[in-house]
């Protein structure tokens, strides 16, 4: 049973470049979403893809997009990237965001280098 | 504003001790309490938790939620080297998770 996938596991950015990150869900599963988490800190909610549409989104600025594919999974686009979005960047799938409680599973994360 | 905090920040442990990690939330619409346990890139799943008082068990470790006053613990006995690790603290709320900012576990030989 293949978990979350995540590529690339490393990228080095230029300050003004644009990223695209991708994630492969958990089988099974067919909600996404991505957190950014800086060195020290938990985990930051970016936004959740279900049904091919954002869901929720977090406190993050419009740079940050997403999109969902049919087949579930889903990719996280940074605009115009700055030094501060250096980040371990962690998707992370779960089944059905139908108001309930309900487990995340996280894959293993892209390292996001801006110089 | 919603907020997930976990204290200690950082722990040093020896081999055989128990340790408790704690954490508290204030957040609207709350949903469950999860905790991950983060080695070196994926937080790996532990415990959801929903209902107040119940406590889950998964070998050494242990889990309970208090809805009333706001906060969980995480207890591990008998800990190991392998126990090393970020444990992260995470509150559904709404569609999203909230989460802590971890508690670095050091547990040595």
């Known amino acids: 049973d293949a978990g979350v996938t995540q590529s690339p596991t490393h990228l080095i950015k230029t300050r003004g470049q644009q990223v695209t990150l991708r994630c492969s869900p958990k089988?099974?599963?067919?909600?996404v979403s991505w957190y950014q988490q800086a060195l020290g800190q938990g985990p930051q909610f970016i936004f959740q893809?279900?049904?091919?549409?954002?869901?929720q989104r977090g406190n993050f600025p419009d740079r940050f997009s997403g999109h969902q594919f049919p087949n579930y999974s889903s990719e996280l686009n940074v605009n115009a990237l700055l030094l501060g979005d250096s980040a371990l960047y962690l998707c992370?799938?779960?089944?059905?965001?139908?108001?309930?409680?309900?487990?995340?599973?996280f894959g293993p994360g892209t390292r996001l280098t801006v110089t | 504003e919603d907020k997930v905090v976990q204290s200690p920040l950082s722990l040093v442990v020896h081999e055989g001790d128990t340790v408790t990690l704690n954490c508290s939330y204030e957040?609207?619409?709350?949903?469950?309490l999860l905790w991950y346990k983060q080695e070196k890139k994926a937080p790996t799943f532990l415990f959801m938790l929903?209902?107040?008082?119940i406590e889950k068990k998964s070998g050494r470790l242990s889990s309970i939620l208090d809805k009333k006053e706001l906060f969980s613990i995480l207890n591990i006995t008998a800990t190991q080297t392998g126990d090393s690790a970020i444990y992260l603290c995470?509150?559904?709320?709404?569609?999203?998770?909230?989460f802590g900012t971890g508690t670095s576990l050091t547990v040595i030989p």
């Open positions: 992370a799938s779960s089944y059905r965001t139908s108001g309930l409680s309900y487990e995340q599973y």
């Open positions: 089988s099974g599963h067919d909600t």
């Open positions: 893809y279900y049904e091919e549409e954002e869901r």
């Open positions: 957040v609207t619409n709350f949903r469950s």
């Open positions: 929903t209902s107040s008082g």
């Open positions: 995470a509150v559904s709320a709404g569609n999203q998770f909230y």
